[in-house]
């Protein structure tokens, strides 16, 4: 007899009409290339309906020659909701930072950046963006301006929807009544070393299993990044089942896709429907952009 491993859903291409604009999906799972849309203007209504359907079916979207301004960039995040403020800005913006900086630092804006003197590069394991936030973020979009003179420094992602379909019946309706907690605690301070803001770092529950509004379909919501226990379950089944879950997301090939940065890319990321990883493969070169994350309530069953 054959020895199961995972589910193998069926994968199909969504059938959608595009007119206002090119989509080239990079596999039928996650992942297309968006051209004919120039993001430093206002877009059509028409235009923001399709980026809108394109962001459903694939969770993630490349825009590339994108040259923006720091406002271009908020103008076209505020489309999908309200624009979010990190933790660490939290601290930034205590008095004695803000004078030792000499200068004013946007909330609204992360700065993504790694060069020689870097100790380590945010995001290089699994996760989804501060999901320790009691509204984490739905979505982010990095605008990288400067990549590596040598290469590298792509990023990875894989659809914790698909994730869920290759479930079993069975462990999908296990997980459905479960929450765990997510606690910022663990990357900033444990991997990070940063010290926490005034208040200290956010830490929330989250279900396990998701389902997202604007596509209708369920994910998996843990992360290596920031969940540190299932709540129902005692320590060692939490542990236990988090491994699997982790390692279920992120070893499944099948899941993902590759985006490989050129300057003045926009990727624009579900972050409700995809984990990412991004590769520190270009010490000491170089490379800086900027985030800017969406909030649009919170994540529910």
């Known amino acids: 007899m054959a020895t199961r491993t995972a589910r193998r859903p069926e994968a199909a291409t969504p059938r959608l009409d595009f007119r206002t604009l090119s989509v080239e999906p990079f596999n039928p799972v996650v992942g297309a290339e968006i051209t004919g849309v120039n993001l430093s203007a206002p877009l059509s209504p028409e235009q923001i309906a399709e980026i809108r359907a394109a962001f459903a079916a694939w ?11 720091d406002e271009d960039h908020k103008r076209f995040a505020r489309l999908f909701g309200a624009l979010h403020v990190h933790p660490y800005h939290a601290k930034a913006a205590a008095p004695d930072h803000a004078a030792a900086a000499g200068a004013a630092v946007d909330p609204e804006i992360l700065v993504v950046k790694a060069d020689q003197a870097s100790r380590f590069v945010a995001g290089e394991e699994w996760h989804s963006d501060v999901t320790c936030d009691d509204e984490p973020p739905m979505g982010s979009m990095l605008h990288i301006t400067r990549t590596p003179e ?12 698909r994730a869920y379909e290759a479930l079993s019946p069975a462990m999908q309706a296990f997980l459905g009544g479960l929450s765990a907690t997510h606690d910022g605690a663990k990357p900033y301070t444990g991997a990070y ?13 989250h ?3 998701i389902t997202v509004p604007w596509s209708g379909r369920k994910a998996l919501y843990v992360n290596r990044g920031f969940t540190t226990r299932i709540n129902e379950l005692e320590r ?11 390692r279920h997301i992120e070893s499944h090939v099948e899941f993902q896709c590759r985006v490989r940065w050129t300057p003045n890319t926009l990727v624009f990321w579900d972050n409700w429907s ?3 990883h991004a590769v520190w493969d270009y010490y000491p070169y170089p490379r800086y952009g900027r985030r800017v994350s969406i909030i649009d309530g919170r994540p529910a069953a």
């Open 59 to 69: 969770h993630v979207l490349v825009f590339r020659d994108q040259a923006l301004g």
């Open 207 to 209: 279900p396990v299993v």
């Open 150 to 161: 040598i290469g590298g420094g792509d990023t990875l992602f894989a659809s914790t929807v």
């Open 236 to 246: 060692k089944e939490s542990d236990a089942l988090l491994d699997f879950l982790w």
């Open 274 to 276: 995809v984990q990412h």
């Open 193 to 205: 070393g940063a010290a926490p803001p005034p208040g200290g770092w956010p830490k929330t529950a």
